[in-house]
């Protein structure tokens, strides 16, 4: 069974960084592809990075300059770096994976991200 765990979340102030981390447990890591999404109350959620094997890593337009999504195979952990976070980043961030094979997606928990002074 995989699970995905994600932490790192808190509150912080607008203009500082955070750093989430997602690692995944029963999974061929390596043979998967790795997303962030974000889902703020009232909203629905949605995509704000992927990571995956062999490609480039791709960003929504909102984030693009200021999060990196990056992978530590090794650890079967992704990151994304948040800087220069803005109040409208508040939200519970997601990851998913998805195994490149069958298609299957997994989810996490959430963690919860407050941008505000």
């Known amino acids: 069974q995989l699970h995905l765990v994600e932490s790192g979340g808190g509150l912080v102030q607008p203009g500082g960084s955070l750093r989430l981390s997602c690692v995944a447990s029963?999974?061929?890591?390596?043979?998967?592809?790795t997303h962030w999404y974000r889902q703020a109350p009232g909203n629905e959620r949605e995509w704000v990075a992927s990571?995956?094997?062999?490609?480039?890593?791709k960003y929504a337009d909102s984030v693009a300059g200021r999060f990196t999504i990056s992978r530590d195979s090794a650890k079967s952990t992704v990151f994304l770096q948040m800087n220069n976070l803005k109040r409208e980043d508040t939200a519970t961030y997601y990851c998913?994976?998805?195994?490149?094979?069958?298609?299957?997606?997994?989810w996490g928990q959430g963690t919860q991200v407050t941008v505000s002074a």
């Open positions: 029963g999974a061929r890591f390596i043979a998967a592809s």
């Open positions: 990571a995956s094997p062999g490609r480039s890593p």
């Open positions: 998913r994976l998805r195994e490149i094979s069958t298609g299957t997606d997994y």
